[in-house]
Structure formats: C-alpha cells, structure tokens
C-alpha cells in the first residue's frame, strides 16, 4: 500500500511540475509577445554558441540579396551568374593611365561614385567580420567576399598617391532618376537610358587632391580598406597589407587637408552632397584601431577629436552621409569587450559613444519611451520619402550588432528613461524591420526583388529594363517609360521602399520608391546574416 502512495504522490508530483513548467513558458510567451518596458532589471541571458540552426526564411533572403552586387558589377565580368549581364565600362580610367573598370554602379544608372561605394564596403565588411560564421554556415560567405574584393580593388586603383582619389566615373544621366529634383548641370539634360554593356559616352573622371580636398571621400575609403584588411587577413596576407596601407594614407590624406568634396566638385551636390566630413574622419580612425591596435587611432577618435566632432548625446540616423550611429555602436565594442592599454580617458571617451549608442537604440525599440515616432503604420522606421527602406535597414542591422555586443558579453539590458530592454527586445526589433521588408507589410509585398511570390517588376534599372539584345543607342526611353515589366529581374534589389502610409507604387517612372541601391544591400547582407541563425561574435576583429 505504501507503494501504490508514492507512486500515486509522484504522479501529483509530476502533474504540478509540468502545470508550473506550463504556466511559466505561457508567462515567456507573453513577456516575449509583448517585449521590454519593465521597471526591473533583468537577468543575463545565456552567451550563444557555435551558429545554430539556419533559418531558411533568412537563409533564402540572403542569397537573393547578395545576387545585386553581381547585378551591378562593372569591369570585366568573371564567373558572371546574372545571364543578363556583360562586360561593361572596360576603358574607365584610361585617360588617367590607369584601370578603374571594376567597381560597381550606384544604382539604377551607370554611375561609379567612390563615396556611397567605399561605404557600401565598409558595411559589407563589417557584416562579415560580425556575422562571417553565420554566412559561412548559410553558405553564403563566398558570394559577400567576392562582392567586397571587387570594391576594394577599384578603391586601390582609384588611389593611385598618397594624396590623390578617383571619386567619380560616370557617363550620361537621366534626370528622371536623380537624387534631387532638380539638376543644375546643362550635360545632364542629354539623357541617356541604355544597358552599361553597350555604352559609348565619354566617361569623365573626377580626383581630389591637395587642392581639391574631399575629406568626406577619402576617409571613407580608408574605413573601407581598413575594414576589409582584416577580412582578408587570414586568406590574403599581402593582399589585406595593401589595403591597410591604402587606408592608413588615405586617412593622413583626409585628415591634412580638410575639406568636402561636394565643394571640391559642386556638381556632386546634386547626387551625394555630404553635410560634413568629421564623422567620417571618426570612422576611419576608428576602423584603423581595430585593424592596427595603433593607440594613435584611438586618441584621435576619443581623447582629441571626441568632444569636438563625436556629437556625444545627440541621437542621429546612419547613412552614407552620417557615419556617427556607425561609430558609436562600433566603438561600443571595446566597452563591452575591453582592450589592452586603454588610459582612463579613453575609456570615458569609449563610455561616451557607447551611452550615445544606448540612446539609438532606445529610439528604435516600439515601446520605449524614448521610441521615435517616425515609422509607417506597418511599423518600419522612416524617415524620408526617397530611399525609404535606407534608414529601416541601416538602424535593424545597428541594433542586431548591439544585441550580439550584449548577448556575448552577458548584459543583461540597456535601460530606456527607467525601462530596461533586453537583448531578445532588441533582436526582435531588427527582425521586425527585416520582416517588413521581405513581406510582412501592409502591402504584403516583398520589397527584396527575386524574393517571396510577389515583389516589385518595374524596379528603375536601366539593364534590367531593357532586353539584352536591344540596340537602344543612348535613347532607349520606350523601355523607361513601358507599363511592361521588366524582362530581366534584378535579383537581390532592394528596392527604395513604401511611402509613410505604407503604400507602395510599382511604376518605372517613379523612381522615388522603386529604384534600387547598392549602398543598402551592404547594411541588408549583414541584418540577414546575422539573423540566419544565432552565435556569438568574436571579442576581437584580429
């Protein structure tokens, strides 16, 4: 009889236990539902392991979107997979003796701008230093090396001394498809809409020098290589040497002769107008850091420069045009994961920039009470009409590095004006952007082109518009101005996004939403990447 009791208690026993077991992943699921917002502090969640198990709806969304950079290469096509593409822009540099054929086109036009592409570098090699395990296990990290060195070596033939950049390389431009709405420039009206393989244009160039400065420009191709130095460490040493040799005088260059390229070039304010260049000055150095260990490079962006050109306190909007969220998060590196010789103020300097990240990211979680309100109804972040996707995609993937920075180091939160917010609230917040784009919007349309069962085809591309075998000269408008789709998809194309009402127009012609970037697919490799699947980030780049 005494048996037949314990046996009968361990079952109560057992009953509770999974009643309690029950009730507390119901409480998970709602804490998880509904995230962050409590007035207590937080228990430190688990440091990831190894990458885990791919999420194939990321997994597939990052090989898409890592085909654009094949979409848009110019040069001399090797392994070319884009059946639509073809050599392109082979005499660029010519007239200054030198080969800038590669590199890649800005967007849905044939220009080659060395400041939106260095950037784009800068992003894509930092999504693989961050996330390069994570690609590596979706089987994708050879396709975003492959679109990084094509950059990199057009950033060291555009610098061919010490004090001399190519900063731009470009031919005829339709002005339906400008960054502002206006053009100023009289060349410009000799529109042209025609596949790059088939151009004959006179293809001018354009250099800063000590007499024509373009800090802005030369700073950020110095964040690029040295970023991309570290990449290629280990597979490439002479290869990563040279571009940290590059970046190491292109930022002298930047930082001795001071000025804005769009001043330098004033035709460039009508494409990519720079509001300043300190806060590229700030990233490169601190880019430098990271591949050097040069204490010089970490004075220079915290004990010298920091109050003066940081901004400390002052939340803004990463972009090509500013690099300070970029910084604040990157820096905020070695405050969680510290380093050797750090003087006491540097380290405020570090505190500084990473309370400054701490304040992005409390403007980014929905319920914060500093969230900003500056998102559709949908819930994307947006900020403006013209590439309204730039900015959603730029602060998910800041927000997914500052949440790996906290799950690998154990911080339990971030606190929000007395709300603390965990890893987990931030992560779900770079999902929800993520989301949004490959589909779960009011529109239920993907905006990643090639991705899901619906997305945009009449995405403002010139050679995506036009068939491969068409002989348009430099007037193919019938193609721009076509209520056909396109007949050749630009896969991975990000494209500019929806309005603020979450509408979105898929028309040729409108350019605002339906033109694509290669600077955004940078920031949207790294926010997939580091969704694909869960793993911790390594303490040091090098």
């Not at 990458?51 to 597939?60: E, F, H, L, Q, W």
């Given at each position: 009889?005494?048996?037949?009791?314990t046996?009968?208690c361990?079952?109560w026993?057992?009953?509770a236990?999974?009643?309690?077991?029950v009730?507390?992943?119901?409480?998970?699921?709602?804490?998880?539902?509904?995230?962050?917002?409590?007035?207590?502090?937080?228990?430190?969640?688990p440091?990831?392991?190894p990458?885990?198990?791919?999420?194939?709806?990321?997994?597939?969304a990052?090989?898409?979107?890592l085909?654009f950079?094949?979409?848009?290469?110019?040069?001399?096509?090797e392994?070319?997979?884009?059946p639509?593409?073809?050599?392109?822009?082979l005499?660029?540099?010519?007239e200054?003796?030198l080969?800038?054929?590669?590199?890649?086109?800005?967007?849905?036009?044939?220009?080659?701008?060395?400041?939106?592409m260095?950037?784009?570098?800068?992003v894509?090699?930092?999504?693989?230093?961050?996330?390069?395990?994570?690609?590596?296990?979706?089987?994708?990290l050879?396709?975003?090396?492959d679109?990084?060195?094509?950059?990199?070596?057009f950033?060291?033939a555009?610098?061919?001394?010490?004090?001399?950049l190519?900063i731009?390389?470009?031919?005829p431009?339709s002005?339906?498809?400008?960054?502002l709405?206006h053009?100023g420039?009289?060349d410009?009206?000799?529109?042209?809409?025609?596949?790059?393989e088939?151009m004959?244009?006179?293809r001018?160039l354009?250099q800063?020098?000590?007499?024509?400065?373009?800090?802005?420009?030369?700073?950020?191709?110095?964040?690029?290589m040295?970023?991309?130095?570290?990449?290629?460490?280990?597979?490439?040493?002479?290869y990563?040497?040279?571009?940290?040799?590059h970046?190491?005088?292109?930022?002298?260059?930047a930082?001795?002769?001071?000025g804005?390229?769009s001043?330098?070039?004033p035709k460039?304010?009508d494409?990519?107008?720079s509001?300043?260049?300190?806060?590229?000055?700030?990233?490169?150095?601190?880019?430098?850091?990271?591949a050097?260990g040069d204490?010089t490079?970490?004075?220079?962006?915290?004990?010298?420069?920091?109050k003066?050109?940081?901004?400390?306190?002052?939340?803004?909007w990463?972009s090509?045009d500013d690099k300070?969220?970029?910084?604040?998060?990157?820096?905020?590196?070695?405050?969680?994961?510290?380093?050797?010789?750090?003087?006491?103020?540097?380290?405020?300097g570090?505190?500084?920039?990473?309370d400054?990240?701490?304040?992005?990211?409390?403007?980014?979680?929905p319920?914060?009470p500093?969230?900003?309100?500056?998102?559709?109804?949908?819930?994307?972040?947006?900020?403006?009409?013209?590439?309204?996707?730039?900015?959603?995609t730029?602060?998910?993937?800041?927000?997914?590095?500052y949440?790996?920075?906290?799950l690998s180091?154990?911080?339990?939160e971030?606190?929000?004006?007395?709300?603390?917010?965990?890893p987990t609230?931030i992560?779900?917040?770079?999902?929800?952007?993520?989301?949004?784009?490959?589909?779960?919007n009011?529109?239920?349309l993907s905006y990643?082109v090639?991705y899901?069962?619906?997305?945009p085809?009449?995405?403002h591309h010139?050679?995506?518009?036009?068939?491969?075998?068409a002989k348009?000269?430099?007037k193919?408008?019938e193609y721009?101005?076509s209520p056909n789709?396109?007949?050749?998809?630009a896969?991975?194309?990000?494209?500019?996004?929806?309005?603020?009402?979450?509408?979105?127009?898929?028309?040729?012609?409108n350019?605002v939403?339906?033109?694509?970037?290669t600077?955004n697919?940078?920031?949207?490799?790294?926010?997939?990447?580091?969704l694909?699947?869960?793993?911790s980030?390594?303490q040091?780049?090098?």
């Open positions: 009889m005494g048996s037949k009791y046996r009968g361990c079952g026993l057992i009953v236990l999974i009643a309690a077991l009730a507390t992943a119901a409480m998970f699921a709602i804490m998880k539902r509904k995230p962050g917002g409590r007035g207590r502090h937080m228990k430190p969640l440091v990831p392991g990458p885990g198990a791919i999420d194939s709806k990321y997994g597939d990052l090989g898409v979107a085909q950079f094949q979409v848009q290469k110019s040069g001399k096509l392994n070319n997979q884009i639509w593409r073809g050599d392109s822009a005499a660029d540099g010519k200054a003796g080969d800038l054929s590669k590199g890649m086109y800005d967007a849905g036009d044939h220009m080659k701008f060395t400041f939106p260095a950037f784009t570098a800068t894509l090699a930092w999504s693989v230093l961050e996330y390069g395990d994570q690609m590596s296990a979706a089987k994708q050879d396709p975003a090396l679109a990084l060195k094509w950059i990199t070596d950033l060291i555009a610098h061919p001394s010490d004090n001399v190519y731009q390389s470009c031919g431009i002005g339906v498809g400008m960054k709405e053009v420039d009289p410009l009206d000799h529109n042209c809409w025609e596949r790059p088939t004959t244009e006179k001018p354009a800063i020098n000590k007499k024509s400065p373009g800090s802005d420009v030369a700073a950020e191709a110095a964040a690029a040295a970023a991309a130095s570290m990449v290629f460490k280990s597979s490439d040493t002479s990563s040497d040279v571009l940290l040799q970046a190491q005088k292109l930022f002298t260059f930082d001795t002769y001071k804005l390229s001043e330098s070039y460039l304010q494409f990519y107008n509001t300043g260049y300190v806060d590229e000055l700030l990233w490169a150095a601190s880019w430098l850091y990271h050097t204490q490079y970490l004075s220079y962006v915290t004990v010298q420069n920091g003066t050109y940081a901004d400390w306190g002052r939340p803004t990463f090509w300070n969220p970029g910084t604040q998060v990157l820096l905020s590196r070695l405050n969680f994961f510290g380093s050797k010789q750090i003087s006491n103020a540097e380290n405020e570090l505190k500084s920039y990473r400054t990240a701490e304040a992005v990211i409390c403007g980014l979680i319920d914060s500093q969230a900003t309100a500056s998102r559709t109804g949908g819930g994307l972040i947006w900020i403006s009409g013209w590439n309204s996707l730039q900015h959603a730029n602060a998910a993937f800041l927000a997914l590095v949440s790996d920075y906290m180091t154990r911080t339990a971030v606190q929000c004006s007395g709300k603390y917010y965990s609230d992560r779900n917040f770079a999902a929800s952007q993520a989301n949004y784009i490959l589909g779960d009011p529109m239920k990643l090639g899901g069962s619906s997305y085809q009449q995405v010139r050679g995506a518009s036009i068939p491969a075998d348009t000269g430099c193919g408008f721009l101005h789709p396109n007949p050749n998809v896969m991975g194309a990000l494209v500019g996004g929806p309005f603020q009402n979450d509408t979105f127009v898929d028309s040729r012609d350019a939403q339906t033109e694509s970037s600077y697919s940078g920031t949207l490799v790294g926010l997939l990447s580091g694909v699947t869960t793993s980030v390594a040091s780049f090098t």
